[in-house]
Structure formats: structure tokens, C-alpha cells
């Protein structure tokens, strides 16, 4: 018999939620109008994009204004990144980012440097004052990373960033709706965001630019975004992800909480059998993201015995069909290859239960005691 799935792979993507798809659904099949047009079936449309920005600032901390929507995290991100206005200059980007901001650095040939991080994933204050100089004018570092959970010191690199007249980037893609964001607090200049990450739907997200900062467009045609991001707006998605942000805020708390209950559920269980492992990243971390390493064991086989089980978790490192490819955040921690190899990432999501906390533990137990 086909066992429920369970689905622990929220960092890779979460399930719409029901106030985020009722919110959606009007602007889908009868206020569907295109709100740049300038008759009475835009207004609905329209109002509703404006009322969606100002939740989405508030959520963050910012102005209305501040607030550009993208097609999602990549997009947010190539477009600081890729920025005519750092043209020539030099860029500091982590060693422990996403490929859409390591791809798009490298095509615009600005990198300079990858700022190293230490066993736990951290680009320490020290490390940025060591690589900046009066040459960079853009350093780019993630809120927490994807892979390992681990939160970075983002408003003791952005100070040093400031204090060295550099526009500092922060691609929070994995944070917003995770943990409490402000970015007056966190004293960015641009931040990233994606809606599927917060139980919101795929293929939107915004870009955070403070107010005064000129950034040019990555797109163009007409004139939506205040010239910012051209392209018709996909009114119903904008609408549902800031519903979905407004509630994750709301109950943050909870939701941090219960998480971390998952992650100690899981982890008791694992003990109980005394399975010995080795758990990745930092202290502080993003709620729910377990990246936990098994010393001699294939990551790769772990996720499809997982799988015939019906449970989705993803791996730490990227495979190809003939060998097992350690992810550069594993590399870029100095994981010794025998853990890094046996890697996988269990990301639990609101919708998660403690029985599927438990049965993934079981599942688990059962693989490595049949090895
Ligand atoms: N940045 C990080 C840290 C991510 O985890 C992801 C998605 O996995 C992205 C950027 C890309 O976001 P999107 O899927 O919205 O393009």
C-alpha cells in the first residue's frame, strides 16, 4: 500500500496557503482587468496591487514605495547584481550563496571576491573589513542560507559596508516570512524576496530598494513599477503573496516556535536509537531547516529510499549521474567529504506535523540500520 507523502522540503518550495489562494482567486476570473489601463475595470485591480505593496512594506519595515515586484527570487536578485550602475566596479558576494546571485555575478564579471564563511556557514564582521576596499561598491551577502539554515550577522556587514560608502544586498529569499525582518534594523540597501518560500504562489517576489538609491531596470518595456520593472502585473500572485506574508508575520511567533518543536522531536527520536550524525550550520538558524550529515552514507541514496516511502526531503549536494557532487556551501564549510557526501536537508513547514517529524525519523532509522 502507497504510503501518505510527506512533504519536509519547504526551503525548496511550501504549499499556497488557504488565505493566500482565496485572496488570488478574484483577480484570476472576474476583477481580471489590466490595472495599468486607465478605465473603471482597473480600479479594483489596481487598488488591490497598492493595498498588497503597502502590507508587503509594513511586513518588512519599508515604504510602499521601496517595493518593486519581480517574477521571484532570481529576478530580484540578477537585478541588483547585474546592475549597470556597478558597471566596472567591484563586488564582495559570500561563498555560501545562491546560484542566482554566484551566476549573475560571474556573467557581469564585477566579482571580486567570495568572501570565505567558518564551519557554521558565518561571514564574520571581520572577514568583510579584511576584503572591502575603496574599489567595492556592492556587497552581497544572504539573510540565511538555503542549504544549512544559518542566519548571517547581516546588520554588523552592512555598518561596515556603510562605513566604507558601498550599497550593501541581502538576498533574504529564505528569511522573509521565517523570521522578523526589518530593514531599517538590518540597514540594507536592496533585499530579496520570493513568495513561494512563505506559502505563497511560484514565479513572484520583490525587490526591497531603499528610497534614493537609483537602481536602472533589468526590464524594459512599458511603464509599470514606476519604470522600474516593465511588464504586465500579475495582479492575482502579488495579491496572494502578500497574504501570505501578512499571516506567516502574524503568526511568527507560533510558527517559530512549533518549528523548532519539529526540529527537537525529530532529533529525539534519532536519538532514542542512538543514531549518530552530524547537524549542520549555526546556532542561529532559520526555524525548521535541519541540514544533518550521516558519516559514510550516500545523501543521494538517503533521499530515494526516503522517497519509495513517500517522504520528499533534498540532499546537500547536487548529483550527477555518475558521481555525487559535494555542494559548494559544504565545500565552502570545510565539511569533511565522507559528511558531506551522506548530506540531506529536512526543511518542515507550517503544515507539517510531530507524527511526520517522527515518521521521518523512523524511516530513517530503519534505512541506516539496513544499510
Ligand atoms: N535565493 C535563495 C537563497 C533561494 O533559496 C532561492 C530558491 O531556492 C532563490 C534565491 C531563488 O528564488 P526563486 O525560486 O524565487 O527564483
Redesign the pocket.
Known sequence: MMNKMIYADN??TTRLSDVALQAMLPYMQSEYGNASQPYSFARAPKTALAKARETIAKCIGALPEEIYFTS????S?NWVLRNSIFCGSEVLVSSVE?D??LNAAKEAEILDYYLPVDGDGIVSPETLINAISDRTALVSV?LA??EIGTIEPIAELATIAREHGCLFHT?A??AVGHIEIDVHDLGVDFL?A?A??FNGPKGV?FLYVRKGITLHPLILGGAQESNMRAGTENVASIVAMAAALEENVLHLQEYKKYLRQLEECFFAQLAGESIKCHRNGALSSIPGNISVSFDGLSGEAILHRLDLKGIMISTGSACDSKDTQVSHVLKAINLPENLAKGTIRISFGKYNTQDDAIAIANALIQILKTR
Open positions: 526551503a525548496a521571484g527570487g532570481t529576478e536578485n545562491h542566482s546571485i544572504m542560507n538555503n538576498d529569499v529564505q530579496s520570493s513561494h518560500k517576489g
